[in-house]
């Protein structure tokens, strides 16, 4: 994996404990999940991203002060449809960006119901973000800054409007997500795995070993 | 030789237009995308005095030049008024019904010719026909001129209206307009002569200009007697056969006032009505010949007739199939064009000004594109093609009968791809003739050892489909228009289908596809289904295979889904699809024990990665060259058979995903390049033959059956699903009794019997062997029972009524500690053997 570690590479002597963290992206279709991540960790864009089916899995290192954060992204599937499998994946996960496009009210309002759920049936500590993509085209807004922006104070969400397209805040939320991440003593294994059977898991407070 | 078709070229300069987005923020599509995606339309347009459009593309060298090659001809209609050979009335009256009944099909098409004139016009010797169209529906491709920034040239009797509207665009063609340049047509052929250069293009302005301008002009006025009237004045009037009703035709074809020119069908009709003699019409008959023979005797003296004659197989080969040909020799249009000059690169300092003063002015801005290009239609040479086929043969009939008509012995053609291909093809049409006589399966063996050639796709994809009339004639009544829930969800979804596919980026492939699954979606709401995102990937290959058919594409799509994603569709498809990822594990577990153990030690369950294969049959995972490959083999197997490949592709993996661990596992798995598909093909096949039937078995498979797989898929099967717990308890695929007892007859099986010793010394079956009692797996003792380890045959565990749960541990066991080929009976000892001839009794 280490090639594709591109955007934070372990800095040479830095003080150094590696935590792990799971973290899902949940929001409507066509939104930019997909292409968020493409450019978070490969530092790609593709106009014509094709849609995801059930979830991709990609991963990525960013570096904080006094830790090295491993990102294990799972990046769902925005279709409806698709919805019934995203416990699967939410669950156990530490952090969480909840995506909506800024020129389509109907997925900020989908964005809304999502940050519902992960409130009721996500890890009580989750860390959460919303992300306002497609900042690009502005001119086409009809979502509100001052309208997400105090919806995700209300919430207690970080908040960034992105551009996948233009990489605007796109390291930069999640870099947010990792300060805000527990950095503790090591407990308990690291877990890539998504828990697909058993009810709710007990939520780790931490991830680093 | 000589019925080798032609191929003709010629290039368009597609309008530049960048920097403009769409409505969703995408950018448009360039206009000779728009013009590719338009294509397949004229492509579809068939008639037997129509050239047939072959091929359109866009030059790699410059962006906005494309090609188009078409069916060609040597001989124009102008060429042949000028040899003035054509005096013979009855020839005369067959081009007259030819023309018109080639343009009343491209209007009943709703297709403009916009280039009538005598040198678009072919005369060929073919006997089907005497004369061919050429060059029409470029109105239509072209979006009446607005996609191309290249001028064409147009014959000097260009309708009036046409001309007026110079500045608007010149591709302004009408119905109208064509039935003018048709009278032009026309009225050559009836005089015998060309009109140019008799008539200038200032006569036939001046012409125009004075029936214009005469207040005396009546509505109906045509010019028709103006041009006879000039020629007899000019002494250039030849002599010809007087004929009032073509006269009358014609007059009535060159009036002035476009509403009064009549339409094509009464055109054609009157000609038609008038013309006693039946030109030509036997010959239309004859391509069918060969199907009307009845028997094999009639068909050998057929083929004996063809040998003597030494007729040349290639009229035979359909155009599509001869022009896949001549790409096979190793050439482009583009690269031809590129060395016959006719398309001219330029360096880019060449579009430099040669002199610039003060600041912004410039003199002689150079060459305005880096590239030019020569108009009109250059026949692609096929020198090479033809060399390459006589090589070693003079072509002859005979090399296109290999399919056991005649003992002919074809070691001779092997080597020679082009032979091998020509005879290919051919072999397939017959096949393809025959199924409806023979079914289905008599072209499976061919298939499977042969594949299939891309121009042959779609008809191949629609035999083995079993696609005919019922099964789309409900998607035709279909308001395809109307709002739908899914709308939203096809309209972010489709422009970022298979973009890496240029037709896919057009808009009007894009429009066929949304259609497609709209109706798919409307048809089958009634049965719960509804579209899930990946629809739209697995329906792209039946669409590029039918693009000018939507409705083909849409009960192909039906079809396949029906047989190899049944019910994945439903609304709530959640049992469906974990029954079928459980089934799937449980195969790994029986090929591949260590890597299941490996799979399971580490969480890594199928949901993580296999739902995207089986929900689109890998058309969502793999680039289109090769999924339409791996079709291909799917459509000649069993419903199970997306199984087998799911079994190939993990195994291409294996040894990686062994030395890895979870995160690792799950990036492998999604990043799979350089996939040879061969050898996934071939793996899928070694599994299939390996696997038992039965172990395959799902409660919710497609009920469809294929038609030719051996006696043990065949056989009836008793077994009953289990649920998703009980399922996910087992680690090994259940064997139905049927295939149990089938087995053991043909000792095509190991019977592992856990009953108790006294038990089994009571009854038995002839073949098994005892598990010692203790209920713990022994490896040792497993290996001494002959040939098992070497085996590839089941190990199958059977047990007592009493035992179920204790043998499926027992045989979990086994699998954890590596032992292939291991299942369960699906229901205990006592309830089979009664159905059986095999059992032992003390």
Same mark, same amino acid.
């Given at each position: 994996m280490a090639a594709r570690n591109a955007g934070g590479a372990a800095r040479p002597g830095g003080p150094n404990r590696t935590c792990q963290f799971k973290l899902v992206l949940l929001g409507e279709s066509a939104v930019g999940k997909s292409s968020l991540v493409l450019r978070f960790v490969k530092g790609q864009f593709h106009e014509y991203q094709e849609s995801t089916i059930g979830a991709a899995f990609l991963t990525q290192t960013v570096c904080l002060d006094d830790a090295t954060i491993k990102f294990e992204i799972w990046d769902t599937a925005g279709q409806e449809r698709y919805h019934s499998l995203a416990p699967m994946y939410y669950r156990g996960a530490q952090a969480a960006i909840v995506v909506y496009d800024i020129t389509n009210q109907e997925s900020f309002q989908k964005a809304k119901n999502w940050v519902k759920e992960l409130q009721r049936q996500a890890s009580p500590n989750i860390v959460m973000a919303l992300a306002g993509n497609k900042a690009d085209v502005a001119n086409k807004r009809t979502v509100e800054y001052e309208e997400a922006n105090a919806y995700a104070e209300d919430n207690a969400l970080l908040f960034m409007e992105t551009s996948a397209k233009t990489s605007m805040n796109v390291n930069d939320i999640f870099m947010a997500i990792a300060k805000k991440l527990p950095i503790g003593p090591a407990q308990g294994e690291p877990t890539g795995t998504v828990d697909m059977n058993q009810p709710q898991q007990q939520q780790k407070g931490s991830c680093c070993k | 030789m000589g019925s080798?078709?032609?191929?003709?070229?010629?290039?368009?300069?597609?309008?530049?237009?960048?920097?403009?987005?769409?409505?969703?923020?995408?950018?448009?599509?360039?206009?000779?995308?728009?013009?590719?995606?338009?294509?397949?339309?004229?492509?579809?347009?068939?008639?037997?005095?129509?050239?047939?459009?072959?091929?359109?593309?866009?030059?790699?060298?410059?962006?906005?030049?494309?090609?188009?090659?078409?069916?060609?001809?040597? !001989?124009?209609?102008?060429?042949?008024?000028?040899?003035?050979?054509?005096?013979?009335?009855?020839?005369? /009256?067959?081009?007259?019904?030819?023309?018109?009944?080639?343009?009343?099909?491209?209007?009943?098409?709703?297709?403009?010719?916009?280039?009538?004139?005598?040198?678009?016009?072919?005369? &060929?010797?073919?006997?089907?026909?005497?004369?061919?169209?050429?060059?029409?529906?470029?109105?239509?491709?072209?979006?009446?001129?607005?996609?191309?920034?290249?001028? =064409?040239?147009?014959?000097?009797?260009?309708?009036?209206?046409?001309?007026?509207?110079?500045?608007?665009?010149?591709?302004?063609?009408?119905?109208?307009?064509?039935?003018?340049?048709?009278?032009?047509?026309? =009225?050559?052929?009836?005089?015998?002569? &060309?009109?140019?250069?008799?008539?200038?293009?200032?006569?036939?302005?001046?012409?125009?200009?004075?029936?214009?301008?005469? %207040?005396? &002009?009546?509505?109906?006025?045509?010019?028709?007697?103006?041009? !006879?009237?000039?020629?007899?004045?000019?002494?250039?009037? %030849?002599?010809?056969?007087?004929?009032?009703? $073509?006269?009358?035709?014609?007059?009535?074809?060159?009036?002035?006032?476009?509403?009064?020119?009549?339409?094509?069908?009464?055109?054609?009709?009157?000609?038609?009505?008038? !013309?006693?003699?039946?030109?030509?019409?036997?010959?239309?008959?004859?391509?069918?010949?060969?199907?009307?023979?009845?028997?094999? *005797?009639?068909?050998?003296?057929?083929?004996?007739?063809? #040998?003597?004659?030494?007729?040349?197989?290639?009229?035979?080969?359909?155009?599509?199939?001869?022009?896949?040909?001549?790409? &096979?020799?190793?050439?482009? %249009?583009?690269?031809? $064009?590129?060395?016959?000059?006719?398309?001219?690169?330029?360096? +880019?300092?060449?579009?430099? +000004?040669?002199?610039?003063?003060?600041?912004?002015?410039?003199?002689?801005?150079?060459?305005?594109?880096?590239?030019?290009?020569?108009?009109?239609?250059?026949?692609? +040479?096929?020198?090479? !093609?033809?060399?390459?086929?006589?090589?070693?043969?003079?072509?002859?009939?005979?090399?296109?009968?290999?399919?056991?008509?005649?003992? /002919?012995?074809?070691?001779?053609?092997?080597?020679?791809?082009?032979?091998?291909?020509?005879?290919?093809?051919?072999?397939? *049409?017959? $096949?393809?003739?025959?199924?409806?006589?023979?079914g289905v399966s008599s072209v499976i063996p061919h298939l499977s050892k042969n594949g299939v050639i891309s121009t042959q796709r779609a008809d191949v994809w629609c035999t083995l489909l079993d696609i005919n009339e019922t099964k789309w004639r409900d998607y035709l009544n279909l308001d395809i228009l109307a709002p739908h829930s899914s709308d939203r969800q096809l309209e972010v979804d489709i422009p970022r289908c298979h973009q890496y596919d240029s037709f896919m980026t057009t808009p009007a492939i894009q429009e066929s596809l949304r259609k497609v699954l709209k109706g798919w979606q409307i048809i089958t709401e009634a049965d719960n289904y509804v579209y899930w995102q990946g629809c739209d990937s697995l329906a792209t290959p039946f669409l590029l295979a039918n693009m000018s058919k939507p409705h083909i594409a849409y009960a192909c799509f039906k079809e396949f889904t029906h047989r190899y994603c049944h019910k994945f569709y439903l609304k709530d498809n959640s049992e469906v699809i974990k029954e079928y990822l459980g089934i799937f594990y449980h195969l790994v577990a029986y090929v591949d024990p260590v890597l299941y153990k490996h799979l399971k030690n580490n969480g890594f369950d199928a949901e993580l990665f296999a739902i995207p294969w089986f929900l689109t049959c890998f058309a969502h995972e793999l680039p289109l060259a090769k999924l339409v490959r791996l079709w291909d083999e799917t459509m000649l197997h069993g419903n199970a058979f997306p199984l087998m490949i799911a079994l190939a592709m993990l195994n291409r993996l294996r040894d990686k995903l062994l030395a890895v661990s979870f995160n690792e596992m799950i990036i492998i798995i999604h990043d799979q390049p350089d996939l040879s598909i061969e050898d996934i093909i071939r793996n899928a096949r070694g599994y299939e033959s390996l696997i038992p039937p039965s172990c395959t078995f799902r409660t919710h498979a497609s009920p469809w059956k294929e038609n030719c797989s051996g006696e043990v898929f065949r056989l009836p099967n008793t077994m009953t699903g289990l649920s998703l717990g009980d399922l996910s308890q087992l680690?090994? %695929?259940? =064997?139905?009794?049927?295939? =149990?007892?089938?087995? #053991?007859?043909?000792?095509? #099986?190991?019977?592992?019997?856990?009953?108790? @010793?006294? @038990?089994?010394?009571?009854?038995?079956?002839?073949?098994?062997? /005892?598990?010692?009692?203790?209920?713990?797996?022994d490896i040792e003792w497993l290996r001494f029972i002959p040939g098992i380890v070497k085996s590839e045959l089941p190990k199958c565990f059977i047990y007592g009524k009493n035992d179920k749960t204790v043998t499926e541990k027992l045989a979990e066991t086994y699998v954890m500690k590596g032992v292939p080929y291991v299942c369960v009976l699906h229901e205990p000892f006592e309830s089979v053997k009664n159905r059986s001839p095999f059992v032992i009794k003390s």
């Open positions: - | 080798f078709p032609k191929f003709g070229a010629f290039v368009l300069r597609a309008q530049e237009k960048s920097g403009r987005t769409c409505i969703n923020g995408l950018p448009v599509a360039s206009p000779s995308k728009q013009m590719l995606g338009r294509f397949p339309y004229l492509q579809s347009l068939r008639h037997d005095n129509l050239c047939v459009y072959l091929h359109f593309s866009e030059t790699v060298i410059a962006r906005d030049l494309v090609i188009v090659v078409m069916e060609h001809h040597t !001989t124009t209609l102008g060429n042949a008024l000028k040899s003035g050979d054509l005096k013979d009335e009855s020839t005369k /009256n067959s081009y007259y019904i030819e023309i018109s009944s080639a343009l009343e099909y491209l209007h009943r098409n709703a297709v403009t010719h916009g280039f009538l004139d005598i040198s678009s016009v072919f005369v &060929t010797r073919n006997k089907k026909s005497t004369v061919k169209l050429s060059g029409y529906g470029l109105p239509f491709l072209t979006n009446h001129g607005k996609d191309i920034a290249s001028s =064409l040239k147009f014959d000097v009797f260009l309708a009036p209206e046409r001309i007026l509207n110079e500045d608007e665009s010149l591709l302004a063609a009408t119905y109208q307009s064509d039935v003018w340049e048709m009278g032009f047509v026309l =009225l050559q052929i009836y005089l015998g002569i &060309t009109l140019v250069p008799d008539v200038s293009e200032t006569e036939y302005l001046e012409i125009l200009n004075k029936s214009f301008s005469s %207040p005396s &002009t009546a509505k109906e006025y045509s010019i028709m007697d103006d041009i !006879t009237q000039l020629l007899a004045e000019k002494k250039r009037l %030849p002599y010809h056969k007087k004929c009032d009703w $073509l006269e009358e035709v014609i007059r009535s074809c060159l009036r002035i006032q476009c509403s009064e020119r009549p339409l094509i069908p009464e055109v054609a009709s009157s000609i038609r009505e008038n !013309t006693t003699e039946t030109p030509t019409v036997e010959s239309k008959t004859d391509n069918n010949d060969e199907y009307k023979i009845k028997t094999v *005797d009639e068909m050998r003296a057929k083929v004996r007739e063809n #040998i003597a004659k030494d007729s040349d197989g290639f009229e035979k080969l359909s155009l599509e199939n001869s022009f896949h040909l001549w790409k &096979t020799c190793g050439s482009t %249009p583009e690269i031809i $064009l590129l060395k016959k000059g006719t398309i001219q690169n330029h360096a +880019p300092i060449s579009s430099y +000004p040669s002199i610039r003063y003060d600041d912004f002015n410039q003199v002689d801005p150079g060459v305005d594109s880096q590239s030019t290009f020569d108009y009109g239609v250059f026949e692609l +040479p096929q020198q090479r !093609t033809l060399e390459r086929i006589e090589k070693e043969q003079k072509v002859s009939a005979k090399m296109f009968h290999k399919i056991g008509i005649i003992n /002919n012995p074809d070691h001779h053609l092997n080597g020679n791809i082009l032979y091998e291909t020509a005879s290919e093809m051919l072999t397939m *049409d017959h $096949l393809l003739n025959a199924t409806a006589v023979f680690h090994c %695929p259940r =064997l139905s009794s049927e295939e =149990l007892l089938w087995r #053991i007859e043909r000792q095509m #099986i190991y019977v592992i019997d856990t009953r108790q @010793e006294s @038990e089994y010394q009571a009854e038995h079956f002839t073949i098994s062997f /005892n598990h010692p009692n203790n209920n713990e797996a």
